[in-house]
Every structure is written in C-alpha cells, then in structure tokens.
C-alpha cells in the first residue's frame, strides 16, 4: 500500500524546539509502478552488484585494528554499512581493482572498504586513509529502515526538528512529502538533518549553513542534493531502495558545491 504523508514547519523558533506539525497521513491504493527509461541500466547494474557481492565478507560486526566497529548487511542487493554510534546507512558500490580485489565505495565516490579475493577487509575512514585491517566479531543486524506509524512519525520530527533548532539558534522549515516510501523519506530526514547539525558544530562548516532556511525532501527518478536560496532539496528514489537517498558525504557537497 501506498502511504502519503506531508510534515510542514513548527510555528515559532521556541516551538521548533519542542514539535513538528504533521499536516496529514492518508493510505491509498496500491498503484502499477512507474515506468522508468534507465529500468535496464539499473537491473544491470544489480547484477554487477550481486557479482562482486560474492567476494565480501558475511553479515556481521567488524572492528577494525583502529578500533573502528561497524556493521555490514548483505540482506539487500547492495551491501549496507552503519558504523558504530551513527544514525547513517552507508550504501557501498563495488568496482574492481588490482589483484582481484573489490573496492566499495559510497556515493560521493570515497573509498570505504577494500577486500581482497581471499575475503581479507580493509576498512578507510578519515581517521585512517591509508586504511585499517577488519576482523569479524559478531553477528549484526538488520540495516533496512523500518516503516512508522503516524505517532512514531510526529515523534521522530519533533525530535529532528529540535536537534536543527538547537544547531542553528533559528527556525529551519523542514518539508517532508511522499507516496511510495515512507521508511526511505524518513531515513533521507535523519541522514539530512545529522549531517547539518554535524556542519554547524564545526568551525570551518558552519558558514555554508548562514542562509539555511529550509530542508524540503520529495520523491523523483533522480537522487540528488542540492542547496539554492535558502532552500536544501533532497530528492529520493523509491525504486532504488535504500541506495534510493544521498549520503551525508553528497548532502555536504551540496552546500560547498552551491554558488548561493
């Protein structure tokens, strides 16, 4: 079934602190799926996908030799990666490399993980660029984001809504519609909302966000981030599935890359 759903901005900056007003959650019926004319390019790139998937380690926990834990998902087509105490989804894409290895990387293009054709992982982060052995620890969970209900929803952007309040010391409209995915849209507002309060903790970030007035998150064809007048648009593709949202690496990119 199909949810529509539209969340629109708190009344006043205090207010924005403590709610986030829902305008209305209606169920419709199931509709054919939209034709799309990549439809081919897409099932052929799941089967490179798949493909090089054979080659990576199983579901599970890591640590890294630099203390670095995470958790890997091969429950989807493509391999999913949370790390440690973070509310981000990392979709990881493979290309091939030299020896035989598998690299995978996420949307912006950085490399994440490396492994070999014997299955020995090497993970890259910021902390580590010249990269970190991984060994298995446990087992790990369920990456996929889940549905809400409409309670569960009003809850979520209270709490989102405050968080970016806070940040910013001002009322920061935030927009939310859709029909086909709620659990993508939702999971592209946390991701989205993290990663501003991450730029206006930090010295050096913090300017791109001086015009911020609005963050507006709709359904398309096309995933993409862009920031243009005040206004940061997320664009998710339900078709997709969890590699249907921009990661927080192309969400900053979007305000450095903005001549706003």
Do not use: H
Not at 110 to 138: C, F, H, I, K, N
Not at 155 to 176: D, F, H
Not at 204 to 223: F, N
Not at 228 to 257: M, T
């Amino acid at each position: 079934m199909k949810l529509r759903f539209t969340a629109c901005r708190a009344v006043s900056p205090l207010a924005a602190a403590m709610a986030f007003a829902v305008a209305g959650v209606a169920v419709a019926l199931p509709a054919a799926a939209q034709n799309r004319s990549n439809a081919q390019a897409e099932q052929s790139q799941s089967l490179r996908d798949r493909l090089f998937s054979r080659n990576l380690p199983a579901t599970g926990r890591y640590v890294a030799e630099s203390g670095q834990g995470f958790v890997l998902d091969r429950s989807e087509s493509t391999p999913l990666l949370r790390f440690d105490r973070s509310v981000e989804t990392w979709v990881l894409r493979p290309s091939p490399a030299p020896r035989g290895d598998i690299l995978y990387r996420n949307d912006a293009g950085e490399t994440v993980l490396r492994v070999t054709a014997d299955g020995g992982m090497t993970l890259y982060t910021r902390r580590t660029p010249a990269g970190s052995p991984v060994t298995l620890s446990g087992p790990g969970e369920s990456l996929t984001p889940p549905t809400l209900g409409p309670v569960q929803l009003f809850n979520l952007m209270a709490r989102r809504s405050a968080l970016v309040s806070a940040a910013l010391g001002r009322l920061v409209e935030i927009n939310l519609s859709g029909e086909e995915s709620e659990a993508l849209s939702v999971d592209a507002l946390i991701v989205t909302t993290d990663a501003v309060v991450r730029m206006a903790r930090s010295a050096s970030a913090r300017g791109y966000l001086s015009r911020l007035r609005s963050i507006t998150i709709v359904e398309g064809e096309r995933v993409s981030a862009t920031y243009s007048r005040g206004d940061l648009r997320i664009v998710v593709d339900p078709g997709r599935g969890p590699a249907g949202r921009p990661s927080s690496a192309r969400i900053i990119n979007a305000f450095a890359d903005a001549r706003d």
